[in-house]
């Protein structure tokens, strides 16, 4: 009768190791493909609470929520709040979602914006949310009118390469509040030069655009101004026939040389 040869045990512990190589090798490629597309898109505004429009604000703070984590990106700076609370709400993110705590000193029937350009970016890209605007009243009316236009350089007639602080100021305003008071209304141009107010209250007021660069919304001694000698009237944003206004940033001419 014929026996099988005996095993060697050497022999089959390589065999199942070369196994256990292969099995682990066809997982790994199943379970982690390699590369995969760039997230190349910004954030997207789930939820806001209390509701964007909401009337009769009165709660401490409001949150937006994302459709994923982020981060806050110089919020001083690129959160533009209509008009100016002092001080200062201030900005914290949790998870997915941005916390605006509110001051106490919120004036009664006013219409408030709250601009995001580009404050928002995801965690992992760093893509940003260009624009969003969040509104409240604390009244029983929101204001809506709207007025747009364009700031060009005045010397090259093209969009400067660092964006203008767009304000409004009551009609009868002084010639001075631009240096001294704070404006009723805020809002920055785009690449283009372009703006837009947004939320305004009916009514006529003196329009200005400054280089801004110490961002405290008031004209400094070494920055450009633009201004319109006449006054300007915000329309509906239905109104098809609205004006575009036009302004020219320029450094004022030093009197005396």
């Given at each position: 009768?014929?026996?099988?040869?005996?095993?060697?045990?050497?022999?089959?512990?390589?065999?199942?190791?070369?196994?256990?190589?292969?099995?682990?090798?066809?997982?790994?490629?199943?379970?982690?493909?390699?590369?995969?597309?760039?997230?190349?898109?910004?954030?997207?505004?789930?939820?806001?609470?209390?509701?964007?429009?909401?009337?009769?604000?009165?709660?401490?703070?409001?949150?937006?929520?994302?459709?994923?984590?982020?981060?806050?990106?110089?919020?001083?700076?690129?959160?533009?709040?209509?008009?100016?609370?002092?001080?200062?709400?201030?900005?914290?993110?949790?998870?997915?979602?941005?916390?605006?705590?509110?001051?106490?000193?919120?004036?009664?029937?006013?219409?408030?914006?709250?601009?995001?350009?580009?404050?928002?970016?995801?965690?992992?890209?760093?893509?940003?949310?260009?624009?969003?605007?969040?509104?409240?009243?604390?009244?029983?009316?929101?204001?809506?009118?709207?007025?747009?236009?364009?700031?060009?350089?005045?010397?090259?007639?093209?969009?400067?390469?660092?964006?203008?602080?767009?304000?409004?100021?009551?009609?009868?305003?002084?010639?001075?509040?631009?240096?001294?008071?704070?404006?009723?209304?805020?809002?920055?141009?785009?690449?283009?030069?372009?703006?837009?107010?947004?939320?305004?209250?009916?009514?006529?007021?003196?329009?200005?655009?400054?280089?801004?660069?110490?961002?405290?919304?008031?004209?400094?001694g070494n920055e450009a101004i633009a201004f319109l000698d006449s006054v300007v009237t915000p329309t509906a944003?239905?109104?098809?026939?609205?004006?575009?206004?036009?302004?020219?940033?320029?450094?004022?001419?030093?009197?005396?040389?």
């Amino acid at each position: 009768m014929l026996s099988n040869p005996p095993v060697n045990p050497v022999s089959l512990k390589k065999f199942f190791i070369g196994l256990l190589l292969v099995v682990v090798a066809a997982c790994a490629r199943q379970g982690y493909p390699e590369g995969g597309p760039v997230d190349r898109e910004p954030p997207k505004v789930v939820d806001v609470t209390p509701a964007n429009g909401t009337l009769n604000f009165a709660a401490k703070s409001f949150a937006i929520t994302f459709d994923e984590y982020c981060n806050i990106v110089d919020a001083d700076n690129n959160i533009l709040v209509s008009p100016p609370i002092k001080p200062k709400p201030t900005y914290t993110m949790r998870g997915h979602s941005l916390r605006v705590a509110l001051p106490d000193t919120l004036q009664p029937n006013t219409t408030y914006l709250f601009q995001f350009k580009g404050a928002i970016a995801d965690l992992n890209e760093g893509n940003k949310l260009q624009s969003f605007e969040y509104a409240f009243s604390t009244g029983s009316i929101i204001d809506s009118m709207t007025l747009s236009g364009t700031v060009l350089d005045a010397y090259t007639l093209l969009p400067r390469k660092d964006p203008a602080t767009l304000v409004l100021y009551a009609a009868d305003a002084t010639d001075s509040a631009i240096a001294k008071e704070q404006p009723l209304n805020i809002t920055r141009s785009d690449d283009s030069g372009r703006f837009t107010f947004s939320h305004i209250k009916p009514g006529s007021y003196r329009l200005f655009a400054i280089e801004d660069a110490d961002k405290n919304l008031l004209l400094g001694g070494n920055e450009a101004i633009a201004f319109l000698d006449s006054v300007v009237t915000p329309t509906a944003p239905s109104d098809s026939t609205a004006q575009q206004y036009r302004l020219l940033l320029s450094f004022e001419e030093q009197k005396g040389q």
